[in-house]
């Protein structure tokens, strides 16, 4: 097994690992332009799990190592160290080398980073376009009150599920509540600028979750006017 690995090893590629964090780092600094302290350590921590993410992803697979030295022959691939055995979740599903669930693994979770970086783009153009003057309620605010953050969550969410590890698990908890708390402290900025506006717009717009606006027993049948 190891022998075959070792054949089909595709890590320490380093540069790819440097493009690909600095890549979503100048994306993500674009978007959110962090200024106080606290919003500086919260991205910290979003940068320190790309970090993470990448390394494993491409240059030493740290998780892979220890899942093969604890389960040994019982490994479920004999390449443990060929790139598509990175798909861990591929792995124990027994469809590692399923051509298939590998194009459907990355639909699903491409898409998951793709439209998290989408709603990281359409909350900083409307942010920038209203200049701190006014309330933003439009567009995607008119849905949820953190869009940008939600595509962090969605961003994570997809690596997470497209390349899982011991480390980038144990940090994603940390880096969403590092986030819940900025948002926290955010509003309750906003509330001093803003007053009854914003908590107006708080009590009708939710933080992270879209709310299904259906109007339960609405008859959408012509109205008929009474004589």
């Not at 040994?72 to 790139?83: A, E, I, T, W």
């Amino acid at each position: 097994m190891h022998g075959e690995g070792v054949s089909s090893y595709a890590y320490n590629n380093w540069g790819t690992v440097l493009f690909s964090v600095a890549f979503f780092i100048l994306f993500a600094l674009g978007f959110l332009r962090p200024k106080k302290k606290v919003e500086w350590r919260s991205m910290g921590v979003f940068f320190s799990f790309l970090v993470v993410l990448f390394m494993e992803m491409y240059g030493f697979p740290l998780t892979i190592f220890l899942l093969v030295s604890l389960l040994g022959k019982n490994y479920p691939v004999l390449d443990p160290f060929s790139h598509a055995s990175g798909h861990l979740i591929l792995v124990f599903l027994g469809l590692a080398h399923s051509a298939l669930a590998m194009v459907i693994l990355h639909f699903i979770t491409n898409g998951f980073i793709f439209f998290g970086l989408y709603l990281m783009y359409r909350g900083w153009k409307l942010i920038y376009q209203a200049g701190g003057e006014k309330l933003v309620k439009e567009g995607i605010y008119a849905h949820i009150r953190h869009p940008q953050y939600d595509g962090i969550l969605l961003i994570t969410i997809g690596f997470l599920i497209q390349w899982p590890s011991l480390t980038t698990l144990l940090m994603w908890p940390i880096l969403i509540f590092a986030y819940y708390k900025l948002a926290m402290r955010e509003e309750r900025e906003l509330e001093k600028q803003f007053g009854e506006e914003f908590l107006q717009y708080k009590k009708s717009v939710p933080a992270f979750i879209p709310r299904l606006r259906l109007e339960a027993g609405k008859d959408l049948s012509c109205p008929v006017k009474k004589e």
